[in-house]
């Protein structure tokens, strides 16, 4: 495989990743942020308690770097790396003896 297709290999899978974490902490950090209260039971005891709001924010800043990641590993992956200039020279060719 030649480093264009990994690095398009490489993109796919890390927004892929990225796209799922991304959702879920976005979903739980509006759910958080709104203070929209979770409802959990445990051997048949329901208790109802909001999520604290600047976990539901840390997690909404969680959403933007899981979204700028994918972004960031595409374009160092795929980006065309300029090529390194051929080296001159200005001096004249010493005589030939």
């Avoid at 929209?36 to 051997?43: G, H, Q, S, Y």
């Avoid at 770097?65 to 200039?85: D, Q, S, W, Y």
């Amino acid at each position: 495989m030649n480093n264009r297709t990994v690095g398009i290999v490489i993109t796919v899978l890390t927004s892929l990743l990225c796209l799922c974490a991304a959702i879920f902490s976005c979903v739980f950090g509006v759910l958080g942020a709104t203070g929209t209260p979770f409802e959990t039971t445990v051997n048949g005891v329901t208790s109802s308690q909001p999520m604290p709001s600047a976990l539901g924010y840390t997690l909404l800043c969680l959403t933007v770097i899981f979204i700028i990641i994918p972004i960031a590993v595409g374009f160092f992956t795929l980006r065309k790396k300029p090529e390194a200039a051929a080296p001159t020279f200005n001096e004249p060719l010493p005589p030939a003896s």
